[in-house]
């Protein structure tokens, strides 16, 4: 899939949640549909959208009981995609990241070397190619964190799931993951829980992951997360 | 401008082609409409939307020779955005750019630190926390490098506007600088000419930004750019 074609997909709100809700957990669709304020019919408009320009795909599978086979959904593809807009500079760019981060690397990037000031046009058209130079590290050091990141957060959803196997508990990780930090109110609008079940959650993420849940915030506590690893 | 109405607004071929156009030279709209496949109003239209969602402003503007003021538009915000989407990740975030690059920083990235297998689940997410920090670097990095081109090129294109003065052959260096390259065709079809037009401008932009031009295909001759500077 293209550049372009990610960004019409990205310039709607609810496709964007969708998004979002395939990333953290195995999805069908009345899941899907229960987590977004939009009718069912939009949300499986949304869904072919998207199935049809290649950026997710479904497919059957049995329910974890006795009942109908159910349409899963999933992402297909791993980018990371940027896009500069100036008065002076538009330019966007997709990134392939790898499977799985065979090897990170190293990137020293010393922008000390650039001037500020230059005599001439000859010596702008040097630093600005010195520039590009040092851009192009720039991305493939995104590249490689963002292949790390997808890779670990994939390994965390599968041990999380293998060993607690709560999916609502995994949904809350996933988003402190992301964002460092999260309000009750946030987590119980994104997925559509009442606050006390979202506290509920967390109380019981708590036991495997430490947390700070205080003043309708809650966020990673890290410092017993390293005692916790000695 | 928040970072989803960005991406609908480059989920549009024209919109982006318009805002390709407004990056390189002063643009007004009979010039804009000029540059790209549809009709003036389907352009009207589209330099509405961007103006409504305050992507770029309108200014009225005397003509270089005697005539009507005409209606001049540019680019309004300086903004990266990056957006990752895998089947385990979603995120985008937009970075606001310097005004001016005031000091430019040394950034050591060092991704080797990162394992490859944890034990368990609490070393996993240490190292998830550990490679967010490294990511939070590298888009210090990005926004650093961004600025300093966007700050670059605005001087260059000043510099040769006030110099030589032909918006063509800055339209031709613009190119070239985003992108290392051009062939003639693409630059043909970019700036709706004739190929023979683009490499007679070429050929003039060659007399102040050393080139080669070669089957078809046009690069900043960087060797021929170091001795002159020298």
């Not at 408009?45 to 999933?74: A, V």
Request: hydrophobic fraction near 35%.
């Amino acid at each position: 899939m293209s550049e372009p074609d990610i960004f019409y997909i990205l310039g709607n709100k609810v496709r964007r949640d969708l998004l979002s809700h395939l990333t953290c957990t195995e999805c069908y669709f009345s899941l899907l549909s229960n987590k977004v304020n939009v009718s069912s019919t939009a949300v499986s408009k949304h869904l072919k959208i998207m199935e049809r320009e290649g950026i997710i795909k479904s497919y059957e599978k049995e329910g974890t009981f006795i009942g109908p086979t159910r349409k899963y959904y999933q992402i297909t593809f791993s980018r990371t995609y940027i896009a500069t807009v100036t008065p002076n500079l538009f330019w966007y760019k997709g990134l392939d990241l790898h499977e799985a981060p065979e090897k990170l690397g190293k990137y020293n990037i010393n922008l000390e070397e650039l001037k500020l000031s230059h005599d001439n046009l000859t010596d702008m058209i040097i630093d600005f190619i010195g520039s590009n130079e040092q851009l192009s590290r720039i991305l493939d050091a995104l590249k490689d964190i963002e292949s790390y990141r997808n890779w670990l957060i994939e390994e965390i959803k599968d041990i999380y799931l293998k060993e607690i196997g709560d999916m609502t508990q995994l949904a809350i990780l996933h988003h402190l993951l992301l964002y460092n930090e999260a309000t009750v109110d946030n987590l119980s609008d994104i997925l559509n829980l009442k606050e006390r079940e979202v506290l509920k959650k967390a109380e019981e993420l708590n036991k495997f992951v430490p947390l700070i849940i205080k003043d309708g915030v809650i966020k990673i506590d890290e410092e017993a997360l390293k005692k916790k690893s000695q």
